[in-house]
């Protein structure tokens, strides 16, 4: 479970203050995949990076599977966030290290002894359906492979949670579409709870057992989604929602 007990987190000073998240509150049950929407600027990656601490709210708890990380510092809180994987829109991986390397850095971190390693790495992208690839540096990976090679990296140390900020943004349909088979298959095959950041409404409709909506800071509904069997309410549905969006964009 991961539970957000009123957590702020505003950023700037003075009258330059702006309050990024306002007193959100949200349960997500162990074993399920959330998805978090809202227009640009609604606080969605701020309210994802306040689950793995990587940013400190100002006031509220974060609780993950019964230890609150709010109250961990230091190594304490390194060693908590290895059960917790996380994927971004853009990838992140290292450039000059291969797809074997770039999912060996968090066994290195965890000094994980290499003859391990190597059979973890080994496993993990055998999991995500490169182990061909291991060899290639992330220039030479498409789109969808760089993001398979992410997962990969963000299973390694075995997370009982994973963390995906826009994972299919800047992806076609297709390879959207394969990334989120794989999504589904970690949530099935290995248990992990996936809580997933998205503008696309076809993506958390397509894929996600309950959706959170937020407006400026503050989390506004929270709906059941039964993984795309069932209808979201209408206002959540495609057009509306993405029209805003777009105009915000060609402001
Ligand atoms: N490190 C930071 N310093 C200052 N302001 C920040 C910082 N991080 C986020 N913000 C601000 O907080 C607000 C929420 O940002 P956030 O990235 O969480 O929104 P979002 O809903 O994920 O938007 P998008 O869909 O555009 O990524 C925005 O106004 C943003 O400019």
New binding site residues.
């Given amino acids: 479970m991961i539970s957000l007990q009123e957590v702020s987190k505003s950023?700037?000073n003075g009258s330059d203050r702006?309050q990024?998240?306002d007193a959100v509150s949200l349960d997500i049950a162990v074993g399920s995949i959330h998805g978090i929407i809202?227009?640009?600027?609604?606080?969605?990656?701020?309210?994802?990076?306040i689950m793995n601490v990587l940013?400190r709210p100002d006031s509220g708890r974060v609780v993950v599977n019964g230890q609150e990380l709010t109250s961990l510092g230091g190594r304490q809180l390194r060693e908590a966030r290895r059960s917790i994987g996380m994927i971004f829109q853009l990838f992140q991986l290292v450039s000059n290290r291969t797809a074997y390397g770039n999912v060996s850095i968090p066994l290195e971190l965890a000094k994980v002894p290499k003859a391990d390693r190597m059979k973890r790495v080994q496993e993990v992208l055998r999991f995500v359906g490169l182990e061909d690839k291991a060899k290639l540096y992330p220039a030479r990976l498409s789109g969808g492979q760089k993001q398979r090679v992410a997962i990969a990296r963000a299973l390694a140390n075995s997370p009982s949670v994973l963390l995906c900020?826009?994972p299919t943004s800047s992806l076609d349909p297709q390879t959207t579409a394969g990334i989120l088979d794989v999504l589904r298959h970690i949530n099935r095959t290995l248990g992990v709870t996936i809580v997933i950041?998205s503008?696309e409404m076809e993506v958390v409709n397509g894929i996600c057992d309950a959706v959170s909506v937020?407006e400026d800071?503050r989390l506004i509904r929270t709906y059941q989604n039964n993984a795309g069997r069932a209808e979201a309410p209408e206002q959540e549905r495609g057009q509306g929602y993405r029209s805003r969006?777009g105009s915000e964009e060609s402001d």
Wanted: overall charge neutral; proline content about 0%; charged content about 25%.
């Fill in positions: 950023f700037g702006y990024a998240i809202g227009a640009s600027g609604a606080g969605k990656s701020t309210l994802l990076r940013e900020d826009e950041v503008h937020m800071g969006r």
